[in-house]
């Protein structure tokens, strides 16, 4: 039986007009949905059930000037490359746009060595 992909898509957040109680600032970006359906939360068993997994890409700030590339638009393609290990022995495993010339950030460290592996 062939494998059929998750069709998965991203919906603009609006942002809200005031931060959440005990937030300094406000949540802005994508939530991922099925394609033509509801919202997905994080940790819906149906990502599970197709070995997804949804993840903050650490050290990225909206302000910073690599992610104003559009290489790095929601759709486009990514690469995950493996930078070696830092100081403490963890992996370090960076997302980089397809093309190789913007850095979004790293996957966390407990993500990176299953990543690296």
Do not use: C, K, N
Not at 22 to 37: N, P, V, Y
Request: glycine share 10%.
């Amino acid at each position: 039986m062939p494998f059929a992909p998750l069709p998965l898509a991203l919906t603009p957040l609006p942002g809200y007009r005031t931060p959440e109680a005990g937030e300094q600032t406000d949540t802005h970006g994508f939530a991922l949905r099925l394609a033509g359906g509801p919202l997905l939360r994080d940790d819906d068993p149906l990502l599970e059930a197709f070995a997804v997994r949804v993840i903050d890409v650490q050290g990225a700030h909206s302000d910073d000037e690599p992610l104003q590339r559009a290489t790095l638009d929601p759709g486009h393609r990514l690469a995950l490359v493996h930078e070696g290990v830092d100081d403490d022995g963890d992996d370090v495993v960076a997302v980089w746009d397809a093309a190789g010339t913007a850095r979004a950030g790293v996957v966390p460290y407990h993500l990176a060595g299953i990543l690296a592996a």
